[in-house]
């Protein structure tokens, strides 16, 4: 199948079924030198590094060499300083590279490690956290949000989590620059002030409209459901037990390791360094950095029961429904489509400042597929190529 766009270096290559104590065993680091290593250009000129961590198989070595292809090609075209992907099949990572440059300026280049804003695949990650609570019974989906968040404005209609996390809650989005806010909001419950005396665009349920607003105002009914904060709850039940090493709060105020800087292209095409934004308003909604071998293995434990249910894969990921009857092709943190040979994809892209990502799986053929730059970029462009290549390798080696 050819997969569509679904929604608005520095490689590692394992082959499908080895385990850990192989990986342990047999893994070989070859860190490269960036002078010596192959390099391609960009539109500024730059040359692009490879700084590589190989690990032993070769099944996916010609996906590898011409997914790398399209990848320099597409960075080169769209002026990418900076790029990273991963892949995984079968429930293995067989492929995470990084290209390019993590800090222009220092000439730092982007490893498979370099943690990128994800932008609203956040609100993925903070779906994984809702499906727990509901299995617990700590969160009930057809609440008012006032059961859990007692200070929010009652409104003109009553609005729950479930309406919130499919976007038909009628919370507004963004409005003119709100999205370059640099303030710092210490707790979820002081980001709520933004938007919380606005009235709602529509009675819940009846349209849908795209709200990050919304999953913040979810990262605070969390936190009522849970009693606990919003960040830690996320650390401790959602990135530790996955062994999400590298997915973190973007914190303006902290040294992260590996974090990458953040560009845009001004009105002439240059390249230029992004705003100074602070995100600590929006964690659910777009707060979080991670790498695509997390995102990957994000993706991985929601094509199959185990970290959460059957039934609490199918909530986040069927559509919802208006009242009209219409499907929103949007679940809870996730983006549904049939592609048009009938196979599913399931999906979310997130948009930053000065970085882009999209993560996408395809549940017929175990294959999850994550990319990132660190622009406002073709992320989705580059994940859905190549994705169309590991599928065509797949369906050969089978």
Not at 134 to 152: C, I, N, S, W
Request: proline share 6%; glycine share 12%; hydrophobic share 40%.
């Amino acid at each position: 199948m050819k997969i569509g766009t679904v929604g608005p270096g520095s490689p590692r290559v394992q082959r499908p079924g080895t385990g850990s104590v192989f990986r342990a065993a047999c893994a070989v680091l070859v860190f490269l030198a960036a002078a010596c290593a192959p390099e391609a250009g960009n539109a500024q000129g730059q040359r692009l590094p490879t700084l590589a961590e190989v690990h032993a198989g070769d099944d996916f070595l010609d996906a590898i060499t011409a997914s790398r292809a399209l990848i320099r090609g597409i960075m080169e075209e769209a002026g990418v300083p900076g790029a990273s992907i991963a892949v995984g099949v079968g429930g293995e990572i067989v492929w995470a590279e990084g290209f390019g440059w993590a800090d222009v300026e220092n000439r730092v280049p982007v490893s498979a490690l370099t943690k990128f804003r994800v932008g609203s695949v956040s609100k993925s990650m903070t779906a994984a956290g809702i499906g727990l609570l509901v299995e617990r019974g700590q969160l009930d989906l057809d609440a008012p949000v006032q059961t859990y968040v007692p200070d929010f404005p009652e409104k003109q209609w009553p609005v729950t989590t479930r309406q919130l996390g499919g976007h038909i809650a009628g919370v507004r989005h963004y409005r003119g620059r709100e999205m370059l806010s640099s303030d710092r909001y210490p707790t979820v419950a002081d980001g709520l002030e933004i938007f919380d005396d606005d009235p709602l665009l529509f009675e819940p349920g009846t349209s849908y409209s795209y709200s990050s607003y919304g999953w913040n105002l979810i990262s605070a009914v969390m936190e009522g459901a849970s009693g606990q904060e919003f960040l830690g709850f996320m650390r401790d039940e959602v990135f530790e037990p996955l062994g999400l090493r590298h997915t973190v709060p973007d914190h303006n105020d902290s040294i992260i390791v590996n974090r990458t800087e953040f560009y845009e292209h001004d009105q002439g095409g240059a390249l230029v360094n992004a705003p100074y934004v602070d995100n600590s308003y929006k964690w659910a909604g777009g707060g979080f950095l991670s790498t695509p071998e997390d995102l990957v293995r994000f993706g991985q434990v929601h094509l199959k029961p185990g970290f959460l249910r059957a039934e609490t894969l199918a909530l986040l990921h069927t559509s919802q429904t208006l009242r009209n009857g219409d499907a929103t092709n949007y679940g809870i943190g996730w983006r549904t489509a049939t592609q048009p040979d009938g196979d599913r994809a399931i999906s979310h892209s997130g948009g930053s400042v000065g970085g882009t990502t999209l993560l996408l799986m395809v549940p017929d053929h175990d294959l999850v597929v994550a990319g990132v730059v660190n622009i406002s970029g073709p992320a989705g462009r580059i994940v859905t190529e190549v994705a169309n290549v590991f599928e065509a390798a797949i369906e050969a080696n089978r």
